[in-house]
């Protein structure tokens, strides 16, 4: 009984707190991919509707988990799951709102057009180091990363290509945001890259297809591209304005979130539940085709 009035007396006092701040700005850190793939949009759309300002600031996927974490902001975005047993991402919850593609960029001026898994894998183990051993003119194939092995685009690659969340990537070009690195392809004839579809969509850049595939609604909703992991929502329930922050995911799942997201050109996470079974077997098929690249 003593339990069950602390818990009544906690949510009048998180319902007392969010009408005190009705109308003021909500808070939002998170990834750059998140951000362009749909957070933006979606904020504006939020704030038409409901008159609602969300403020956004990139840094990072584990950023916007940590600082959620700490009630610094109340939103945040991420590309990539929680880090088991990490302390700093232990308050925070995901809710997955999009399915997004990874996809391989160059410069506009690059002729390649397909890029295979197993090259891939050799170009991030510096095993491929000239256009010409892809297909491609020949001059230096200079790839560009990102810094550290906690990014999302950085951790799933690890994964799927990989099955190794340890691996080192082989470049001189590291990045500390995804940002920088998709305009150094945009600048750089010799460049080569890994961001998520929707950000690379509103760079100056080409996107190659994979195994043949190329990242569209389609391929990404039914599993057929090989390279696809979750966009999340970062929330904490202890937020004192988690009220509003709850609205705004059901909004991000309402029918007019969903169509903004597609209109980015990720995938949303409600129209495509059986990707949570494929996950599994995305993994499994990426161990086998590491030993298949291995004989």
Known sequence: MKRTIQSMAAACAMLAASVAHAN????????????????????????????????????????????????????GGSCRPKLPGNQEELATQLN????????????????????????????????????KQIGGPDRPLELQIRRGK???????????????FDKDFVSDHVHKSSGPLEKAVEDNPNAVGVTGVSSARKRNV?????????????????GE?????PLYIAHNPSNPRYAEVKKFIDFAHSREG??????????????????????????????????????
């Open 24 to 75: 003021e700005p909500l808070t939002w850190a998170g990834c750059g991919i998140t951000k362009k793939s749909f957070m933006a949009e979606m904020a504006a759309a939020y704030q038409a509707k409901y008159g609602t300002e969300i403020i956004l600031e990139g840094g990072g996927a584990a950023k916007g988990i940590r600082r959620v974490g700490d009630k610094s902001v109340n939103i």
């Open 96 to 131: 997955p709102v999009a399915w997004d593609a990874l996809v391989v960029i160059v410069n506009p001026d690059n002729p390649v057009e397909n890029v295979t898994i197993n090259q891939i894998r050799d170009i991030y183990e510096g095993k491929i180091t000239n256009w």
């Open 150 to 164: 906690q990014s999302g685009v950085g951790r799933t690659l690890r994964e799927l290509a990989f099955g190794d």
């Open 206 to 222: 080409k996107v190659l297809k994979l195994e043949g595939k190329e990242p569209n609604y389609d391929n990404i909703r039914s």
């Open 225 to 229: 591209y090989h390279f696809y992991r």
């Open 258 to 295: 969903r169509a903004i997201i597609r209109k980015q050109g990720a995938v949303p996470y409600l129209d495509a539940l059986h990707l949570i079974r494929k996950q599994r077997e995305q993994w499994q098929r990426s161990l086998e085709l590491m030993r298949v690249g291995q004989n």
